[in-house]
């Protein structure tokens, strides 16, 4: 299960619009510009609308139980001409993942290894040790990538850092990685530049992203808990739970960092308690509503902004998840940096996804933020001199983070 | 035979064996018994491919031959150490924590003169199969053997259609159990809170994720394009699990 750290390893709406089977090729020279610029509005035609018909359901899925894996098929797969000198990007099999490369990589010329991860994106498959150096390894070795091109060198997707450690991959491959930006998106600029700007590096949680969470949320609380109210209330409450749940979810997607309270517990209270002071208003009114109804209500709402205000978290990159917490007692982290081991190569901050490093007077890292970290743990294996501790000893996060 | 149940039992190394001898209603110490026998001699370089808890590379040692056993689990390495610790045979058996994907980094060609792999292939995806037939080829020497046993789909259409139907709620209770993997510090209720919540979205990915291990289709056919000649090959249980012996082509 994808559960330890759902959350999205691009952002952007899931795409509705099928892509112009053709884009223009652009130079490497003029490889600032985004495709998307080059791009056509002609291409369409009844042909690709049957097509993307036919991938509506699947869309769909993918779109409401973004945390359950879809997988696709492991492999190889050539953008425009690549050569021998051409990049080589890595990814994982999960189907969107897969989708959103191909889109973005449009236009370029380029390999991409699809390497077998269970189906699942990149950032929970890494943190749950099933994007691992075996799985690049293995896609390394089956693609046969070695014989067509002439490097030796991989661009990894930033957020791998949680499993893969570039220094032993290296070691036990031949293959020299460095990462790539987190975002899908940016990979044309950053293979025109080959730089990582800042916001390459650290997640975003763009209003479309939250949207996105926000419905893949609600999707998976409404399949896991909308048996315990039934259970009390009956079934025939099911589809009102569904539609408090999304009310709730959407509300605490797009206001998670306007609405009030500290915990996310308080901040989905807050419309939660809105509702219910709504719903116990009507019975001021001499056409109010049977009081039953009012009760079970407010039952529901309560309940569902618990739920969501728990949930929120593992569905954002920002916070660290809660629901891990209690079943796993995994995302226990406390780092600190031993200072005397550090050598300041700053790969801690170059694989952080929410900036908690900073570079002291020394020339040492310091972790800096501890109320930003998120908990990944890429820092932790991606050190080469071991600096970086976590105070609190779990060896359980270990063991899976390396498969 | 749903041998995917062979997953559940990669959790105690110990038991490993008792738990493959039932799941092979006893055929597997006979099927080791049988390829140590054709494969050991004196001096004989073997390469055992996911040696487990190492029983049929102490087996293959206790007959002369010089052992190089790898598996990917730790857990069972330590077990298989723990095996021969004390034995003389120790010194012929070189245990290494390598998967079957680096075998290629790892030994030159022409290194063995016989190379085995139980129940390895069908936890690998197809190209994952072909690529590593391939490595067992190269590390061969001339007129070197390979063993591989492992589980095929049965001849007769009736028969498949009835594994089929065993097979997959076997599946479904190895895919389940082995979800509650990462909580095995958590308590009693914890456990059985997590199910409840967790089922409905379990049986999802279950629908949608390939399964663990899978029969391997045309094993024959696959050994053989990858140069190999047919020196002997035999069914067991039903047709369920099959013993191919191929030497490799000059």
Same mark, same amino acid.
């Given at each position: 299960m994808s559960t330890i750290a759902p959350a999205p390893e691009k952002g952007g709406m899931p795409p509705l619009r099928p892509q112009p089977p053709q884009a223009k090729p652009i130079a490497a020279t003029e490889g600032n510009q985004r495709p998307k610029a080059e791009r056509k509005p002609s291409g369409h035609s009844f042909a690709t609308f049957l097509a993307t018909i036919g991938q509506l359901p699947k869309r769909i899925f993918q779109t409401v139980f973004r945390v359950v894996p879809y997988p696709t098929k492991p492999g190889l797969i050539r953008i425009g001409n690549p050569g021998s000198g051409s990049p080589v990007l890595v990814t994982t099999n999960y189907d969107l993942t897969v989708r959103r490369m191909r889109r973005a990589l449009e236009g370029l010329d380029c390999y991409l290894l699809v390497a077998p991860s269970a189906g699942i994106d990149v950032w929970c498959a890494a943190t749950g040790g099933r994007f691992s150096i075996a799985n690049v390894i293995s896609i390394l070795k089956t693609s046969h990538i070695g014989q067509l091109v002439s490097h030796r060198r991989l661009i990894l997707p930033q957020l791998s850092a949680t499993g893969i450690n570039i220094f032993e991959l290296r070691k036990r491959s031949g293959w020299s990685a460095v990462f790539g930006p987190v975002r899908a998106e940016d990979i044309p600029e950053y293979l025109a530049t080959r730089r990582r700007t800042k916001s390459m590096i650290r997640v975003s949680f763009t209003i479309g992203e939250r949207l996105e969470m926000a419905t893949a949320m609600w999707g998976s609380l409404c399949l896991r808990y909308t048996l315990f109210p039934c259970l009390i209330f009956g079934w025939r409450i099911a589809p009102w739970f569904a539609v408090i749940l999304g009310g709730l979810s959407l509300a605490v997607g797009l206001g998670c960092f306007k609405l009030p309270g500290k915990t996310f517990v308080q901040k989905a209270g807050f419309p939660g308690l809105l509702g219910i002071v709504g719903l116990v208003a009507t019975l001021l009114f001499p056409w109010h509503p049977p009081t039953l109804f009012v009760v079970r209500g407010t039952v529901l709402i309560a309940f569902a902004s618990f739920l969501t205000g728990t949930a929120f978290p593992s569905y954002s990159p920002l916070w660290p998840c809660g629901y891990s917490k209690l079943f796993y007692g995994a995302c226990d982290l406390r780092l600190s940096v031993i200072e005397e081991q550090c050598i300041g190569c700053k790969i801690c901050d170059l694989v952080c996804p929410v900036e908690c490093f900073s570079l002291n007077a020394n020339r040492k890292m310091t972790f800096a933020d501890a109320d930003t970290?998120? +908990?990944? +743990?890429a820092c932790l294996i991606q050190c080469p001199t071991d600096a970086i501790i976590n105070e609190v000893a779990n060896e359980h996060r270990m063991q899976t983070a390396h498969g | 035979m749903p041998y995917v149940l062979m997953k559940l039992f990669e959790e105690a190394p110990r038991r490993f064996d008792k738990w493959m001898r039932i799941l092979t209603l006893g055929r597997l110490p006979e099927i080791r018994d049988e390829i140590a026998s054709s494969?050991?001699?004196?001096?004989v370089q073997v390469l055992e491919i996911g040696c487990g808890p190492g029983t049929l590379a102490s087996l293959l040692a206790s007959r002369g031959a010089n052992v190089v056993a790898i598996d990917t689990s730790e857990e069972m390495l330590q077990e298989a150490k723990r095996k021969i610790e004390g034995l003389d045979i120790k010194t012929r058996v070189q245990l290494k924590n390598v998967s079957a994907m680096e075998i290629e980094d790892q030994f030159s060609e022409r290194t063995f003169d016989r190379v085995i792999g139980i129940l390895v292939l069908s936890e690998l995806t197809d190209d994952e199969i072909d690529y590593i037939l391939d490595e067992c080829r190269r590390v061969l020497k001339s007129n070197g053997q390979l063993f591989v046993v492992d589980e095929v789909e049965p001849e007769g259409f009736l028969h498949r259609r009835l594994l089929r139907g065993l097979r997959y709620p076997m599946r479904l209770i190895t895919f389940l159990v082995l979800q509650a993997k990462d909580l095995k510090s958590s308590s009693l209720w914890k456990k059985v809170l997590y199910y409840v919540i967790e089922f409905p979205l379990m049986l999802l990915t279950f629908l949608v994720v390939p399964p663990a291990t899978h029969p391997i289709s045309d094993l024959d056919k696959r050994v053989k394009s990858a140069g190999f000649r047919m020196v002997n090959s035999r069914n067991f249980l039903g047709g369920t699990l099959r013993l191919v012996q191929a030497e490799r082509l000059a």
């Open positions: 970290c998120v +908990g990944c +743990g | 494969a050991a001699a004196p001096g």
